[in-house]
Each structure stands twice: as structure tokens, then as C-alpha cells.
């Protein structure tokens, strides 16, 4: 069995909360914990998180992680031209690029997981061998652009019932009966975020964006880390191997 771990680096809950405690703090918990195990990661960084903390995500790129792109601003690409987002993503890839001079930069993943139909497009045009926006417990499919195929690796539906309660143990057993999983967190996750959100926005907000959004604050912090710690462990003692995107799509071609 194979698993992927990827996390996207961006504002504590973009258009909600812009701060970055996620990526000071629980990104720094998170390193840890992968380097106390030995795996490698795939992170899919916004251009706002490099340009302000260049540093937090050179470390990652230091250590043998895989830097991705994730937008510039986290924004709806759905909801943008054709241009503008290839505006975007080239220029969140340019960024990346300049802050991590040791990596390539191949991978994608759409802000919400929300891709536009004409993503694969925008991706075979600035270079991307793969992209993993596209929600499915679907087995792996590439799609088939002019010249070329992007790759898609499908981030799994499980990921959001992580912290959820119930439904963790049920999602243990049904990752172990898969041949592949790739699992996507974020840095925030590692973090208190009610407590965070409590002291970050007014009453009005905190009702509106976190008390009918559990799965924004709910087991963040130590319990999401203590999860995150023993799924490993389970992980390694059922011998599954922890891969990033591309080393899986370097394998597959
Ligand atoms: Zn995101």
C-alpha cells in the first residue's frame, strides 16, 4: 500500500482568518513529526505564504519535501478567465521557483479543490506534469491534453473526516483496504484554531464562519496531531510505503 501526504501551505482559513499562525507554528509540528518518521511530503504552496514566510517554505524544500502550487491568494478559480488564471499559476509557480532553486516545480492543486474545465489546459501550457484537485475514490486517470497528459492524483474524500468524531476509526479501516491513498491536510490543523479564531475575529464572524463550520476548529491542535502520529504509526506497521506526488508519477512514467 502507498500513501501520500500532502498538505496545502496557505492563511489560517483563507477569506476567513489572515494570519498565518498555521504556517509559523503548526507547520513546524508537522516537519517534526515527518522527520521523526522519515517521510517526505508534498506541500502545495500559495504565493502569499512565499512571499511572506520564504524561509518556512525553503526548510521544507531544505529537508526533501516536494513544493507544490496552490494559487496566489488561495483564489476561486472557477470564477476566474481563462488568462487570469494562467496569470495566477504561472506566477505562483515563478515564485516558487525563485524561492526553491533546488526543485522542480510539477505538481497543481486548485484552491477549495474547485478546478475550472479548462485547468489541464493552463497546466500542459506553463510546464505542470500533474495535478491533484479533482475529489474521487476513483482509481488514477491521466487526462489527455493537446500534446501531452497531465497526470491527475485524485486527494482523497477521506481527508476532511480526520478530525471528525465517529468517523475516524471507520476512515482507518477503509484507508487500509486501498492500494493507493493520498491524504491532504493543512497546517492550521495542527493548531488550536477555536481558540485561535476566538481571539482573532469579532463575535459576528466567529458565529458565522466557525460555529456552523465545525470542520474548521473541531480536534485542530494536539488531538489532530495525536491522530496524525498514531495514523502513522499504524501506517508503518502495516508496512505502507509514504511516497510524494511525484515520486508516484516519476514511477508511473
Ligand atoms: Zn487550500
Keep these: 500500500m502507498k500513501i501520500a501526504l500532502t498538505f496545502d501551505i496557505e492563511r489560517d482559513n483563507p477569506n476567513f482568518l489572515d494570519s498565518y499562525f498555521g504556517v509559523k507554528v503548526g507547520l513546524q509540528k508537522i516537519r517534526r513529526i515527518l522527520e521523526n518518521y522519515n517521510i517526505k511530503g508534498t506541500f502545495f504552496c500559495t504565493g502569499n ?9 525553503r526548510v521544507l524544500e531544505k529537508e526533501g519535501h516536494e513544493i507544490a502550487c496552490h494559487g496566489l491568494n488561495h483564489e476561486r478559480l ?11 499559476i504561472s506566477q505562483n509557480k515563478k515564485l516558487l521557483e525563485d524561492t526553491c532553486q533546488n526543485s522542480k516545480i510539477v505538481g497543481f492543486r486548485a484552491p477549495y479543490l474547485r478546478a475550472p474545465r479548462y485547468l489541464f489546459k493552463i497546466l500542459e501550457n506553463l510546464g505542470f506534469e500533474y495535478d491533484s484537485s479533482i475529489k474521487s475514490s476513483k482509481s ?3 487526462y489527455q491534453t493537446r500534446q501531452n497528459k497531465i497526470q491527475e492524483f485524485h486527494p482523497s474524500e ?6 471528525l468524531p465517529l468517523s475516524y476509526s471507520l476512515l482507518r479501516k477503509k484507508i487500509f483496504k486501498k492500494e493507493l491513498v493520498i491524504l491532504y491536510f493543512h497546517p492550521w490543523e495542527a493548531i488550536n484554531m477555536k481558540n485561535l479564531a476566538f481571539t482573532q475575529s469579532n463575535l459576528f464572524n466567529f458565529v458565522k ?10 480536534n485542530t491542535g494536539n488531538c489532530f496531531t495525536a491522530r496524525f502520529i498514531s495514523f502513522i504509526k499504524e ?6 510505503k509514504f511516497m510524494t506526488l511525484n515520486q508516484l508519477y516519476c514511477e508511473k512514467y
Design 140 to 142: 488514477l486517470k491521466a
Design 209 to 218: 464562519y466557525f460555529q456552523f463550520r465545525p470542520d474548521r476548529w473541531i
Design 158 to 163: 477521506f481527508s476532511a473526516f480526520f478530525r
Design 78 to 88: 472557477v470564477q476566474l478567465t481563462f488568462n487570469k488564471c494562467q496569470e495566477i
Design 235 to 240: 501506517s508503518i506497521s502495516k508496512k505502507a
Design 49 to 57: 505564504v512565499v512571499e511572506h514566510l520564504p524561509e518556512d517554505i
